[in-house]
């Protein structure tokens, strides 16, 4: 199996820790470890280094590159920019293919927190052999634990079910909260992960079905991996292709669709909020990341590495100093942080992003 791990987010929703060369994947967010090398230990329980890949933008590499170091040089898959998840992917899926073109090919964001890894190798080389040998595109679905309006959800066809594998009846938008808890009292819905696992010819043909203005350029780059032409090719050919998602672009389209109902522990991180609520909390309900002294305070999140932090009766807010900035929000707004960046721009405050 060749892991393809996508580095290439910016991480908004956690300025100010975040910035535009240290995302959020490259930071210590959950744990000691950078979230990118716990994702990249979580992988190799399942395949070699020489079988991970990681993509990034060209500002990332060398970061990428020093936080992993037992991963090839060549495995470091640079895109000129950002063109969302299927340009990504399918960048990846020429340099697999290039090499093996009897791959299974597994995809999976850099900034998920998965602790149970046994678990998650499990379902992983489960999903694998299935998509193997049903030449499905597969793709992992997570059992709701609430109305959440964040995620896109999969309804999913209970019946032909092979080993908690089951059909994708439709990829569903982003609900509102109404028709989320609808979904969660029908019980056929699962939350759209955006981790996938296909052969490498599988994902290759439905682009070149679905989009050919991704798969066409895809063909140029591939003939000349490996040569001294690679990067004027890529750089040129980059241009030419659109940016869209993986799920717009190919899953919602094809035909041949599974989802591998995932039980393992699972959590996006996806703002502030989410780390407070998996963080561990003292007798007050906060989490602290630094020196806090406390007057009356309860179920806060603190971080500032070294300025000593005063509270005196704060409930609910999200305080976070670094790098010349403070962070002050309500959890329950945590999901606007990533505004800020749009706002510092327009005021010509690019340095703090």
């Known amino acids: 199996m060749h892991i393809v791990i996508m580095a290439g987010g910016s991480g908004k929703r956690f300025w100010p820790r975040s910035r535009k060369n240290t995302p959020k994947q490259l930071l210590d967010i959950v744990s000691d470890e950078t979230m990118l090398r716990l994702t990249f230990d979580r992988m190799k329980q399942i395949t070699t280094p020489d079988k991970i890949y990681v993509v990034a933008g060209p500002h990332l590499e060398d970061s990428i590159k020093q936080e992993l170091p037992e991963m090839p040089s060549e495995n470091m898959i640079v895109e000129p920019s950002g063109k969302n998840t299927a340009p990504c992917i399918g960048l990846a899926a020429i340099q697999i293919e290039s090499k093996d073109p009897n791959a299974i090919m597994s995809v999976f964001p850099s900034d998920h927190l998965i602790k149970d890894t046994e678990k998650f190798k499990q379902l992983v080389l489960k999903g694998g052999e299935f998509a193997r040998k049903s030449k499905n595109l597969v793709t992992f679905g997570i059992q709701p634990t609430r109305p959440s309006t964040g995620f896109g959800y999969i309804e999913f066809d209970e019946s032909g079910a092979e080993n908690e594998i089951y059909g994708v009846k439709q990829f569903r938008e982003k609900p509102n909260e109404k028709i989320a808890r609808d979904f969660l009292a029908q019980g056929n819905f699962l939350w ?11 994902i290759l043909a439905e682009i070149k079905t679905n989009v050919p ?29 659109p940016a869209d998602s993986i799920d717009y672009a190919v899953m919602e389209k094809a035909d041949k669709v599974s ?18 609520d998996i963080s561990e909390k003292d007798e007050n309900g ?45 959890k329950s707004e945590a999901e606007k942080v990533s505004q800020i960046i749009q706002e510092l721009h327009k005021q010509g405050k690019e340095k703090l992003t």
């Open 259 to 276: 989802v591998l109902k995932a039980t393992f522990d699972w959590n996006d991180v996806g703002a502030w909020n989410s780390v407070y």
């Open 213 to 241: 203005d991704l798969y066409n350029p895809l063909q140029q780059i591939k003939q000349v991996i490996g040569t001294k032409d690679y990067s004027r090719i890529l750089k040129q050919e980059w241009e030419k292709i």
């Open 192 to 202: 759209n992960s955006g981790m996938f696992i296909w052969k490498v010819d599988t």
């Open 286 to 330: 906060n989490v602290v990341k630094g020196e806090l002294i406390n007057i009356g305070s309860k179920n806060n999140y603190f971080y500032s590495k070294d300025k000593q932090i005063v509270a005196i009766g704060l409930e609910d807010l999200i305080v976070v100093e670094d790098k010349g900035a403070i962070l002050i929000a309500k």
